[in-house]
């Protein structure tokens, strides 16, 4: 069985870019959720998608959004980078039950310069 | 509200040698789920354990064992005999039965096993 696939890996933007990440969850996952990990800030919640809909947002700017599309897959977009945008973004999915746990992807390491 | 407090921010053992990470959380709910990742350096968090708030009962799996006490708010990890490959970053993290259903991490434990 699959796990959740993030691409890219890595990826290196300029201030003031937008940037757009993949997360594939795995097969039958309905939900989707991001986290932006930094050293300073330790794991925070940005949104969470079921069934296409965004469910829960957490306390980032606008400049971050995300979508689910009908087969689970999720994107998240951040417009104009800041260099603080710097974190290892992580996608996790689990099915639609809220009380089990999480599957993460290996994340998108995202440097903006 | 939903807290998460891992007060041990990196811990250095040999190997061998037993280690045990704090956890203690805060949640006015009876009822949650407490959970136990490791993030190994390649950075995918790997899922370990789930606890409900019913069950008190102590969990083993081979090296690895989880003490919760609600008495004290806690959910610790003990490490067995640590391995190496045991070096890592642990996140501790609650789900109550709050309307988002969304878990509160730990800031993490970072375990470091030298050889």
């Known amino acids: 069985k699959a796990g959740v696939t993030q691409t890219p890996r890595y990826l290196i933007k300029t201030r003031g870019q937008q940037v757009t990440l993949s997360c594939s969850p795995i097969s039958g996952h309905r939900s989707v959720s991001w986290y932006q990990q930094t050293p300073g800030q330790g794991l925070q919640f940005l949104f969470e998608y079921f069934s296409e809909t965004q469910r829960n947002k957490g306390n980032f700017p606008g400049r971050f959004s995300g979508r689910q599309f009908s087969n689970s897959r999720s994107e998240m977009n951040v417009s104009t980078l800041e260099l603080g945008d710097s974190a290892l973004y992580l996608c996790?999915?689990?099915?639609?039950?809220?009380?089990?746990?999480?599957?993460f992807g290996s994340g998108t390491r995202l440097t903006v310069v | 509200a939903q807290k998460v407090t891992q007060a041990q921010t990196e811990i250095s053992v040999v190997e061998k040698e037993d280690v045990t990470l704090d956890c203690v959380y805060e949640t006015r709910d009876t009822t949650y789920y407490l959970f136990w990742y490791k993030q190994p350096p390649s950075g995918e968090l790997v899922f370990l354990i789930r606890r409900n708030s019913f069950d008190e009962q102590n969990e083993i799996s081979g090296r690895y064992s989880w003490n919760f006490q609600k008495s004290t708010s806690s959910f610790n990890f003990t490490i067995t005999a640590s391995q190496v490959v045991d070096s890592a970053v642990y996140f501790c993290a609650l789900k109550d039965s709050g309307g988002s259903y969304i878990p509160t991490f730990g800031r993490g434990t970072s375990l470091i096993v030298h050889p």
């Open positions: 996790a999915s689990r099915t639609g039950d809220r009380n089990y746990g999480y599957t």
